[in-house]
């Protein structure tokens, strides 16, 4: 036995042995991840790194990191060489960007496949693919509305980091996307909504969710390129959790000291952490 142990230990000091630890744990338990845009603040910030955990949802097919070339087949054409439970509602989730899936984004996970998303400037609705009576159990009976006779959720995630912009003309924007086909989400009429404009025949945006596939959206709901303008997310694309935050700095390279060491669920949920990035 002491001999193996010292085998072991020999081959992890050596060069060999410590690129093998260091690729078996980029591959399949955590990766280095920084914050490039203000997607999701206030709840994760521009400048914030962490862990990724690989193994939430899965084992994703590993890629070599930088180059992001897969270094297995993906056998079981879902992107995972073993599949796990799927991100749910209101999970802060990494994953390949569809239209370059070299590229990592990170946003919440607003909806599921099969759930229906209302999006309007300043509010987006969810209608839970299990119906009437998982709502009224599920949710605040003040966040649900009638919308065109069905039952939605208004904004139905909680956390103190998702927010709007008052100086931002959102309509203007999706317009502009849905004049040159890149908006992903349908015009669409709701009855009890107000006019978006009224030169405009249509009042809302509207998406069901295809089966399998994820909603993806940020916090920072003014400021961020997601599902509303490129499409959901499939499970192939998903890579894992955010974990904790093992540096933080801002804009000025003054490091923000009390971000490091955090775990995310801790930063989203805990007011004292939610504040605005200057």
């Known amino acids: ?39 999701m603040k206030n709840s994760l910030l521009i400048g914030d790194f962490l862990f990724v955990k690989k193994f939430s949802y899965g084992i994703p097919t590993p890629h070599l990191p930088w180059l992001e070339v897969p270094v297995l087949p993906d056998f079981n054409k879902n992107g995972h060489l073993v599949e796990g439970k799927k991100p749910q509602r209101g999970d802060i989730v990494v994953f390949r960007y569809p239209p370059n899936p070299k590229m990592h984004f990170v946003k919440r996970n607003f909806a599921i496949g099969e759930d229906e998303v209302i999006f309007t400037p300043k509010a987006i609705y969810l ?42 003309n959102l309509l203007a924007t999706t317009l502009k996307h849905l004049s040159v086909g890149k908006f992903a989400m349908q015009p669409a009429y709701v009855e009890e909504l107000p006019k978006m404009d009224i030169n405009l025949e249509f009042n809302a945006y509207y998406m069901k969710v295809p089966k399998g596939e994820f909603f993806m959206i940020g916090d920072n709901r003014d400021h961020s390129d997601d599902s509303r303008f490129w499409g959901s997310v499939p499970y192939k694309y998903i890579v894992g959790k955010p974990w ?27 007011e004292k952490y939610i504040y605005e990035q200057p």
């Open 127 to 168: 209608r839970p693919n299990e119906g009437d009576k998982y709502i009224e159990k599920n949710y605040d009976k003040n966040d649900i509305i009638i919308l065109n006779g069905k039952k939605f959720i208004k904004e139905p995630y909680k956390f103190k980091g998702i927010h709007y912009d008052d100086n931002v």
């Open 1 to 39: 036995m002491k001999n193996i142990f010292k085998k072991i230990y020999d081959f992890s000091s050596s060069w060999t042995g410590t690129i093998v630890i260091v690729l078996f744990v980029i591959f399949f338990v955590a990766q280095a991840f920084v914050i490039p845009s203000g997607s």
């Open 244 to 270: 904790f935050i093992y540096f933080s700095w801002d804009k000025n390279k003054v490091v923000r000291w009390e971000r490091i060491g955090r775990f995310i669920d801790t930063l989203e949920n805990n």
